[in-house]
């Protein structure tokens, strides 16, 4: 089998394609996980400070 340009373009668009796809899913199901509720949680409320307060 004599490999050229556009098999490797090929194969790389195919696979590319599932492997950001499955690594899509596994990053969603690790985003909604139960176990990381607090730790997201904890993010959320660490970005702004108590004292931050629009200006009036």
């Not at 990053?27 to 004292?51: C, G, H, W």
Request: hydrophobic share 40%; net charge negative; glycine share 4%.
């Amino acid at each position: 089998m004599d490999i050229n340009h556009d098999t490797l373009v090929e194969t790389a668009k195919t696979w590319g394609l599932f492997y950001l796809i499955g690594f899509s899913i596994c990053v969603m199901i690790y985003t909604f996980l139960p176990s990381n509720r607090q730790r997201f949680k904890n993010a959320e409320e660490q970005v702004f400070d108590k004292e931050d307060r629009p200006w009036i």
